[in-house]
Nanobody, 128 residues
Framework: HVQLVESGGGSVQAGGSLRLSCQAS????????MAWFRQAPEKEREGVAIIYGDGVKIYYVDSVKGRFTIARDNAKQSMYLQMNSLLPEDTAAYYCAADRFACLKEPGSRWDQNEYHYWGQGTQVTVS
């Protein structure tokens, strides 16, 4: 069965860095669209970064451009999110998500959490 497991969250001071990892299993990882979402308290879940199966086409939400870097290693069935210059407003639970077809959707739909069928349990990032 499909399983996504995030790790790497923690507490950090503003301006610091964290690297999140998502270990996938149970499906053909290399052909799946992968994404990072986050959800802050009392806010809706929002897409942070999307990466296509080949790892070449990548999208970021405007608020993290230039600070976050998404990457994947298909051989290791893993995805990463390098977060630099962290801000208090980056505080949230971060989730990895996977879907076979989400990356093929129109731009608006790619960021829709309902387009992603598989989710990890989340990892907390707190920036103070």
């Amino acid at each position: 069965h499909v399983q996504l497991v995030e790790s790497g969250g923690g507490s950090v001071q503003a301006g610091g860095s964290l690297r999140l990892s998502c270990q996938a299993s149970g499906y053909m990882f290399s052909v799946y669209c992968m994404a990072w979402f986050r959800q802050a308290p009392e806010k809706e879940r929002e897409g942070v970064a999307i990466i296509y199966g080949d790892g070449v086409k990548i999208y970021y939400v405007d608020s993290v451009k230039g600070r976050f870097t998404i990457a994947r290693d298909n051989a290791k069935q893993s995805m990463y999110l390098q977060m630099n210059s962290l801000l208090p407003e980056d505080t949230a639970a971060y989730y990895c998500a996977a879907d076979r077809f989400a990356c093929l959707k129109e731009p608006g739909s790619r960021w829709d959490q309902n387009e992603y069928h598989y989710w990890g349990q989340g990892t907390q990032v707190t920036v103070s």
